[in-house]
């Protein structure tokens, strides 16, 4: 059974434009965020964040970046997340992924609340997550 603790890591974009200085502030319409732990590092610079996140029926986290490491896992609903040079992944409880730094993603819900549990690894002082252009 995987763990949460497993997941190192930034998490699906929770939110395009939040800053990991104050991830609560700032959330855009349709995504609501608890951020349950911070803690510095695991390298000088960083920050580890653990967010709960709720994402709205039929909500679009527009494509984004993260300054550092994304991990996420299912916990509710079902969506599809596309990783630029990925194939599309249908996200479904018991579903986990990790996107690497500076990675353009974006996250398409589904008809039903989805719930994710995050964990954002950060370069701290930069925002959490930048808007990006749309893959070719």
Request: hydrophobic share 35%; charged share 20%.
């Amino acid at each position: 059974m995987l763990s949460r603790r497993m997941f190192t890591g930034c998490a699906i974009c929770a939110a395009v434009g939040f800053v990991a200085q104050d991830v609560s502030a700032q959330a855009p319409s349709g995504i609501k965020r608890n951020v349950t732990a911070r803690k510095d590092g695991p390298i000088e610079g960083y920050e580890t964040l653990e967010v709960f996140v709720d994402i709205e029926p039929n909500f679009v986290i527009d494509w984004h970046t993260h300054p550092g490491t994304e991990a996420a896992y299912t916990l509710e609903g079902a969506g599809e997340l596309r990783v630029k040079g990925e194939e599309t992944k249908v996200l479904k409880p018991g579903f986990s992924w990790l996107t690497p730094p500076e990675t353009p993603h974006t996250l398409k819900n589904g008809s039903q609340t989805t719930k994710l549990f995050v964990t954002f690894t950060v370069q701290k002082g930069k925002p959490l997550s930048s808007p990006a252009s749309a893959p070719t």
